[in-house]
């Protein structure tokens, strides 16, 4: 049985930071469903690994190892895509990173880096798709945001900014490219079990704390976010745009 609504046969996604974590899960659920994906990250031998992984469950998957912190990287990895691989329909601005440290205490050279990777490369890849989105009429944006997108807390001031900025940039895109047919949408993660979280996964006092913080009581499973990436892919959400959704169990709803 198909769901014409959600289904992603004939499109091709492409994934930034996604040879593990929340990525990777992303990329898997969209192969699922019936996308052909590309892989992006910098480190090629732990791309590979993932690919294989994917194409072993019988999935098209091809691997782009530029970095999207670099601005011309960006420009020339996306175009030869689009040149040798074909037209990208999907792409998922998942790359980011987490530094934590009081605030008074933070280096200014995370500060540029935690910009660069999370923020600096959702507008660096946004853009260069876009330009050929805007070209065919059509393209699925997606942009990783976080509940730190509307929340704070100790020790990560920096990467609470950059994550409200993606939800921002989320709604210019919106704002500047629905007209020529494109959706741009964001998901907020809330805590998720993740190798970016591990450290917090493994203390007790954290996760306490989390669990009794969170309506639904537990950390989140990455496979629960496919869902809303799928719906935002796919022509389910055709007059879906700027919206970020909240996939938290319940975490921004209450205090």
Request: with cysteine; net charge neutral.
């Amino acid at each position: 049985m198909t769901f014409p609504l959600f289904d992603l046969s004939g499109s091709r996604a492409l994934v930034t930071g996604s040879s593990q974590g929340i990525g990777f899960a992303l990329a898997r659920g969209l192969a699922e469903h019936g996308a052909a994906i590309i892989l992006n990250g910098r480190d090629r031998d732990k791309l590979e690994n993932a690919a294989q992984s994917l194409r072993s469950a019988g999935h098209e998957v091809s691997v782009s190892d530029f970095d999207v912190t670099d601005h011309a990287a960006v420009g020339r990895g996306v175009n030869a895509i689009e040149k040798d691989i074909g037209p990208i329909d999907i792409l998922i601005n998942n790359a980011g990173m987490q530094f934590r440290t009081p605030l008074e205490d933070f280096p200014a050279d995370r500060w540029e880096q935690l910009l660069e990777t999370n923020i600096s490369s959702v507008f660096y890849v946004g853009q260069a798709v876009a330009r050929h989105m805007i070209g065919r009429g059509r393209g699925k944006i997606i942009n990783i945001a976080s509940v730190q997108s509307e929340l704070a807390r100790p020790g990560i001031a920096p990467y609470t900014a950059t994550k409200g900025a993606v939800k921002n940039l989320t709604r210019g895109m919106c704002t500047d490219w629905a007209r020529y047919g494109l959706q741009i949408n964001a998901i907020a993660p809330g805590y998720f079990k993740t190798p970016l979280n591990q450290a917090l996964v493994d203390s007790t006092e954290f996760s306490s704390w989390l669990e009794n913080r969170t309506p639904a009581g537990r950390w989140g499973n990455v496979e629960e976010l496919v869902g809303a990436a799928v719906f935002l892919a796919a022509r389910a959400s055709s007059f879906v745009n700027g919206h970020t959704l909240y996939v938290d169990g319940g975490i921004t709803t209450s205090l």
